[in-house]
C-alpha cells in the first residue's frame, strides 16, 4: 500500500510508514501480536522487573522481548495481565503508548481503527527520588500528577481538564523563568488513584529528560539551573506539592488520556534528593511496590 500522509482519520487506512506491521503479523518495535496482550498492563523501566513481577503470576501464557521491551502475560487467578518494560525515558514511552494502543485499537488487516475502542488499564511500578523532607526512602508514592519537563507533548494535541488548567498556570507561573522548558500536567485515573494508590502518599510527579541536571543532580557538568530542587519542592497550588521525581510517567498519564486509556503511577522511593540519600536495598522497595500493586490490581 502507498503511504497516506497526515492527519489520520477513523476511515482511512494508516500507512505502512506511520503503522509498521512486521512480516509475522506483530508491531514493529514490541515485537506483539494483539492476542498477546491483556486489558490490564503494568509497565516496568527496567527489563529484568518484568520477571520479577510475572514471578507472582499463577499461569504465564507468553514471554517475548525485542530491544528493551520484554513481555509476559500471564494470570493471576482469574485476572489476565501483562508486564511490559519501556525502558527509560518518555521517547521509550511514545514508542510503548502507541504501539499498546494500536494493539487494541487498530484492525491490523485492514489499517483501519476500530469501532469499537478499548481502554486499556496501565499502571507503572517504578522507582523514584523524593523531594520533600517528609517523605523518606521506601515510601510507597502515587503520582495524582505527572508534571512532564521534556519534549513528548509539544508534539501532541492534548486538552486539559479545568482542574489540570488551575494547576498548570500555577505551575507556569512558578516555573515560567526557564524559558527552554515547556512543562505539560496531565492526571491520574481518578479510580486507580483511589483504589491501587489508596493510603499512600500521593503527589505531583515530575519527569525529567535525564538523570542528572535534568533532576538536579550535580557531578562534574555544571547545572544551567541553580538550586533545581529547591525550586521544585517550594512549588505550592492549594494543598498540592510536587513530591518525586522519575522518566516516565508524565509521559505515560498524558499520552494514556490522549489515547483513551486509564494510567496510574506508584514509585518506590529509593532517593532522599533533600537528606542526599540512596537505598542501600532498592530490590525489596521493589518488591514492596510489586506485591501491593498486584494485591489491588
Ligand atoms: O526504575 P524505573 O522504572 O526505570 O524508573 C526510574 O529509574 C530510571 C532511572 O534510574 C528511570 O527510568 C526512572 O524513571
Ligand atoms: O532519584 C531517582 C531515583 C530513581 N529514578 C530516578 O529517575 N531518579
Not at 188 to 205: C, E, P, S
Not at 279 to 284: A, D, E
Request: proline share 3%; with cysteine.
Amino acid at each position: 500500500m502507498s503511504g497516506i500522509c497526515g492527519q489520520k482519520q477513523s476511515n482511512m487506512k494508516i500507512s505502512e510508514s506511520d503503522l509498521i506491521i512486521n512480516p509475522d503479523g506483530s508491531i514493529y518495535h514490541l515485537n506483539l501480536l494483539p492476542e498477546d496482550i491483556a486489558e490490564t498492563v503494568i509497565t516496568v523501566g527496567d527489563p529484568d522487573r518484568v520477571g520479577e513481577v510475572s514471578k507472582y503470576f499463577d499461569q504465564v501464557e507468553l514471554k517475548k522481548g525485542k530491544r528493551e521491551f520484554i513481555t509476559h502475560t500471564g494470570f493471576v487467578g482469574k485476572k489476565r495481565l501483562t508486564v511490559l518494560s519501556t525502558g527509560i525515558g518518555t521517547d521509550n514511552i511514545d514508542i510503548v503508548f502507541n504501539e499498546l494502543d494500536a494493539l487494541v485499537n487498530i484492525d491490523f488487516e485492514t489499517r483501519e481503527i476500530k469501532k469499537e475502542l478499548t481502554s486499556l488499564t496501565i499502571v507503572r511500578i517504578g522507582t523514584s527520588g523524593a523531594v520533600q523532607p517528609d517523605i523518606p526512602m521506601g515510601t510507597l508514592l502515587a503520582s495524582s500528577h505527572g508534571l512532564g519537563m521534556d519534549a513528548l507533548m509539544s508534539y501532541y494535541q492534548q486538552q486539559l481538564s479545568g482542574d489540570e488548567q488551575l494547576l498548570m498556570n500555577d505551575i507556569k507561573a512558578h516555573f515560567g523563568h526557564l524559558e527552554n522548558i515547556n512543562p505539560y500536567l496531565t492526571a491520574a485515573d481518578d479510580t486507580l488513584l483511589n483504589t491501587i494508590g489508596k493510603d499512600m502518599h500521593q503527589g505531583i510527579t515530575i519527569t525529567a529528560p535525564g538523570f542528572y541536571a535534568p533532576q538536579g543532580r550535580l557531578v562534574r557538568a555544571k547545572n544551567a539551573v541553580p538550586d533545581f530542587i529547591s525550586l521544585i519542592n517550594s512549588f505550592r497550588s492549594n494543598r498540592r506539592r510536587i513530591t518525586n521525581l522519575e522518566m516516565e510517567t508524565a509521559g505515560i498519564y498524558a499520552l494514556a488520556k490522549v489515547l483513551g486509556h486509564k494510567a496510574l503511577s506508584v514509585n518506590a522511593i529509593l532517593a532522599s534528593r533533600v537528606n542526599f540519600e540512596f537505598s542501600s536495598n532498592p530490590n525489596k522497595m521493589v518488591e514492596q511496590a510489586i506485591k501491593t500493586v498486584l494485591e489491588r490490581i
